[in-house]
């Protein structure tokens, strides 16, 4: 029995002897299958061309894949009490870089914004011996179901430590940010995406495939987001950071989604 990972996203299967059918998160029209078509690596085959490494991103700590992998999962280590939340996963634990991790203090917990960074997550759980927080409404996405996996219902869920999940829908259904009160940053997946022009984010359904989202959608972000003092923007990927005035920033691209939406371009 192997561990098989999705070449193009990075889902991890339930190991099976012969790679899976299909990956059913390429086949949605948020991913794609490429145009070779569906490709498979085992877990033996990212052990040997692929480390993780870990190096400062703004306030925290991130892990990334080295070289990446899929499409290029990076992680960010959020202090809780004297341990880490593990926002968003990554294909492959190395020994090396969890041991460091270990050294600081280990995971309580892995909590993960959307089916696009489940991936290793249940090796990462396994190794912490901690849960991983997922929306239910984006169960259906689960390819390696596991017992370390707490799926939450509802619109928040408290993680101590002033830590808070948002489901903010969007891009999936259970779309969720993590909010940092003490460090005032939202970490924001690709739910709030963190674009070129850091005066402004994006919203999307797919962001390869270029399928927006309904106004209401987007509204629905910005209403979700209400409660929540933040200046910094995380957003999914190797310094994709917006550093200050981070909620007015979200508030007007809403507004300028929104217009676009009516024809009023910028
Ligand atoms: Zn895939
Ligand atoms: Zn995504």
Not at 17 to 44: E, F, H, K, N
Not at 155 to 171: F, N, P
Request: proline letters at 8%; glycine letters at 10%; a negative charge.
């Amino acid at each position: 029995m192997t561990f098989f990972h999705c070449a193009t996203c990075g889902a991890q299967f339930t190991p099976s002897d012969a790679p899976p059918d299909r990956c059913p998160i390429c086949d949605d029209a948020r991913q794609y299958v490429p145009p070779s078509g569906q490709a498979w690596r085992t877990l033996d085959d990212l052990r040997s061309a692929h480390r993780n490494e870990i190096r400062p991103e703004g306030a925290y700590d991130g892990v990334g894949t080295n070289p990446p992998f899929a499409i290029g999962e990076r992680a960010l280590l959020v202090p809780a009490g004297d341990r880490f939340v593990m926002w968003d996963c990554l294909p492959l634990v190395d020994d090396e870089v969890a041991d460091e991790i270990e050294r600081r203090g280990g995971l309580a917990a892995i909590a993960i914004s959307h089916p696009h960074y489940y991936t290793g997550m249940a090796d990462w759980a396994h190794r912490f011996d901690c849960p991983v927080f997922l929306h239910a409404d984006d169960r259906e996405w689960i390819t390696r179901p596991d017992d370390a996996i707490e799926l939450w219902e509802g619109e928040t869920r408290d993680l101590g430590h002033g830590l808070t999940l948002i489901r903010c829908g969007g891009h999936f259904a259970g779309g969720t940010v993590l909010h940092d009160a003490e460090r005032r940053a939202l970490l924001s997946g690709d739910i709030v995406q963190v674009i070129p022009d850091r005066e402004w984010v994006g919203f999307m359904y797919s962001y390869p495939n270029l399928i927006p989202l309904p106004e209401a959608s987007v509204r629905a972000i910005v209403r979700a987001l209400e409660p929540y003092a933040f200046d910094t923007i995380y957003g999914a990927w190797w310094g994709t950071l917006i550093g200050g005035d981070g909620k007015a920033i979200v508030e007007r691209s809403a507004e300028r989604y929104a217009g676009a939406l009516r024809g009023e371009l910028p």
